[in-house]
């Protein structure tokens, strides 16, 4: 196991925006691809956004598409989600997450290892 440790969320009304962080190890970081998942409960793991070991690409969900930015700082080790526009059915437990065979895929079995998650919370 590596360590991937979330942080940014919190309380926003809807419209207003989050930037979450994802931090991990260097060695975990830059061989892996990184996604983002969110979790409500009730409901399955649900995947948000994932971006290649370069940076150079990245992929969302339907939900987020024209609203979630994913972007990441390699000399930081740190993977950023942007998020504008927020909604209440944005609310959830954010996750990032260290997809290191490169499966480059939105299942939550591709991803080795798994952030604490943290809260994103979007009032009406």
């Known amino acids: 196991q590596v360590q991937l440790v979330e942080s940014g969320g919190g309380l926003v009304q809807a419209g207003g925006s989050l930037r979450l962080s994802c931090a991990a190890s260097a060695r975990t970081f830059r061989s892996s691809v990184i996604g983002w998942f969110r979790q409500v409960q009730g409901k399955e793991r649900e995947f948000v956004a994932r971006?290649?070991?370069?940076?150079?690409?990245?992929y969302y969900g339907n939900s987020v598409k024209g609203r979630f930015t994913i972007n990441r700082d390699n000399a930081k080790n740190t993977v950023y989600l942007q998020m504008n526009s927020l909604k209440p059915e944005d609310t959830a437990v954010y996750y990032c997450?260290?997809?290191?065979?490169?499966?480059?895929?939105?299942?939550?079995?591709?991803?080795?290892?798994w952030g604490q998650g943290t809260q994103v919370t979007v009032s009406s």
């Open positions: 997450a260290a997809d290191p065979f490169d499966y480059g895929s939105d299942s939550v079995s591709a991803y080795a290892y």
């Open positions: 971006i290649n070991r370069s940076g150079g690409s990245a």
